[in-house]
């Protein structure tokens, strides 16, 4: 488990310039997580597999974790369209999700507490 200020490498790209960027973790927090499918409430696409939005996100949770195919209401806000937005969960487990801050590998300014990456998807520097 990294702790606030461990400095790593991101294995994954949930956004252009995330792979290979070098980041600061700024948060960790066990709880569950869930990749969800999603219409932005504004229209457009459907957003399928979203990474990650945790069960604190998730209106009316409840305290026992979601399975996979229940509709539920997202209270996130990563992406434009997300808060309020009726979802369904793709799948769910339980781990340490991590906020971090990086500069993405396609320049542009710092990203700061970006929400969320899970342990497998970083590496020690």
Do not use: C
């Not at 504004?42 to 996100?57: F, L, M, P, Q, R």
């Not at 209401?73 to 799948?91: E, Q």
């Amino acid at each position: 488990m990294f702790q606030a200020g461990s400095q790593v490498m991101i294995r994954d790209e949930h956004m252009p310039g995330m792979k290979g960027a070098k980041a600061t973790v700024a948060g960790a927090y066990e709880t569950v997580v869930y990749t969800v499918s999603y219409t932005p409430v504004a229209g457009g696409d459907e957003v399928t597999n979203h990474k990650w939005v945790i069960h604190e996100e998730i209106q009316d949770a409840g305290s026992d974790p979601l399975k996979a195919g229940t509709t539920v209401v997202l209270t996130a806000d990563h992406m434009p369209g997300m808060k309020g937005a009726k979802a369904t969960v793709d799948s769910a487990h339980s781990t340490t999700v991590y906020m971090i801050d990086f500069l993405p590998t396609t320049g542009g300014a710092m990203v700061k507490n970006h929400q969320w990456v899970t342990e497998n998807e970083l590496s020690p520097l």
